[in-house]
């Protein structure tokens, strides 16, 4: 398994997770630097992730889709605020206005340490939530938007953690 | 085009799912958890139970299911420390949980479990690239 940490911070309100890959930083930055690597691991097999706007530069602001088996869309918005490549990233999600279009501010952000020592590179994300409320905000819509499949296929993923 | 898919109205229960579902004591609280709420008729009764008035047979009635069912999945959900009950004369309430701090776990233990479904993936990808090579 190349997950080594979890630690979950209820107070601060964080999660951050921590892996170890036989790969050098440049290549895991690559992960997140090429969109078309960012649509292979973002969304869960039952879903694909289209990066249709995605650069690394303070500033830029990432514009995705997800598309369900039905064929429904959920998009999203990324406000791409610290790079330091291949090494830091700080991202934040943006709001959805009520029209559906992206406006600052979201409520969820997270950030990515890569560092490597002898050919192998720790890779840690971690995710913050601004308060309780959008935390909240989250559970209600990973209800709303059926999250079935993800569960199902990280269900295995928890129990060979443990073994 | 909306910004997320509105809740399928329209829902397919499977019946089997309910028996086929293993159910084990020494499974971790993030397992019952995820096992709870990976199901749509369980996420419907979250939200129907949320203020506390239905008891087990009406939500049954408002679902294409059994009480004997209904009950099942309210175990599972019992059994998660989502939703408790408790009796009016002959009826059993159901209501959902809503400490928020029970809640905060649950975001974290789902954000947790997304993570790992995509570390897991970004491993394949490097494998399968460095094969290509």
């Known amino acids: 398994m190349p997950v080594t940490d979890v630690d979950k911070d209820i107070d601060a309100l964080t999660m951050t997770i ?19 690597q960012l649509e292979r691991w973002w969304s869960p097999p039952s879903h ?19 598309t369900g088996p039905d064929g429904e869309k959920h998009h999203g918005w990324w406000r791409i605020e610290e790079v330091e490549p291949p090494h830091r990233l700080h991202i934040k999600d943006d709001a959805v206005d009520d029209e559906g279009k992206p406006d600052d501010g979201g409520p969820t952000a997270m950030t990515v340490t890569i560092a490597e020592t002898d050919g192998t ?19 209600e819509m990973g209800m709303e938007q059926g999250m079935t499949e993800t569960l199902n296929q990280v269900d295995p993923l928890l129990g060979a953690a443990r073994a | 085009m909306q910004a997320s898919a509105p809740y399928p ?19 971790g609280a993030t397992d019952l958890l995820f096992g709870a709420l990976a199901d749509p008729i369980r996420r419907d009764i979250l939200r129907c139970a949320h203020e ?6 009406a939500l049954a009635r408002e679902h294409p ?26 009826e059993s309430i ?16 789902r954000l947790e479990a997304d993570w790992r479904g995509r570390i897991e993936r970004m491993e394949q990808i490097l494998e399968t690239d460095k094969g290509d090579s």
């Open chain 1, 18 to 36: 921590t892996a170890k890959f036989d790969a050098d930083a440049e290549r895991l930055w690559e992960l997140w630097s090429d969109p078309r």
């Open chain 1, 48 to 66: 694909s992730s289209t990066f249709v706007e995605h650069e690394l530069t303070v500033g830029a602001r990432t514009t995705y889709f997800m």
């Open chain 1, 121 to 139: 590179a720790t890779m840690s994300i971690q995710t913050h939530f601004a308060d309780r409320e959008s935390m909240e905000q989250m559970i």
């Open chain 2, 9 to 27: 109205v329209v829902l397919t229960y499977n019946q089997m799912v309910v028996d086929k579902e293993p159910i084990h004591d020494d499974e």
């Open chain 2, 52 to 57: 506390g008035r239905l008891s087990v047979s």
């Open chain 2, 65 to 90: 299911i059994s009480v004997t069912a209904m009950q099942k999945h309210v175990a599972v959900l019992e059994r998660a420390e989502l939703v408790s009950k408790h009796r009016v004369g002959r």
């Open chain 2, 94 to 109: 159901v209501h959902t949980q809503t400490d928020a701090l029970a809640r905060a776990h649950a975001a974290l233990d």
